[in-house]
């Protein structure tokens, strides 16, 4: 593990493949959403943030 890039008293599993950058949860979210990535089809932290902003994926889908 390694310590988040604004706050290195808190330890964290989520690192930013791009830029290098280790992220904390209060921090999680995609620096460059806009910007091609070539990390983004497996980045925990695209899809974390993008969970946020939609919901629970846990919930069911209309479709179902």
């Known amino acids: ?28 979210h995609c620096r460059d959403p806009l910007i091609y990535c070539k990390y983004r089809s497996a980045c925990p932290i695209y899809f974390m943030e993008k969970r946020d902003k939609k919901g629970d994926f846990s919930e069911k889908p209309d479709y179902a």
Do not use: N, W
Not at 2 to 20: I, L, N, Q
């Open 1 to 28: 593990m390694e310590t988040c890039a604004k706050h290195p008293d808190r330890e964290t599993p989520y690192k930013c493949m791009k830029h290098g950058i280790a992220m904390c949860s209060e921090c999680l």
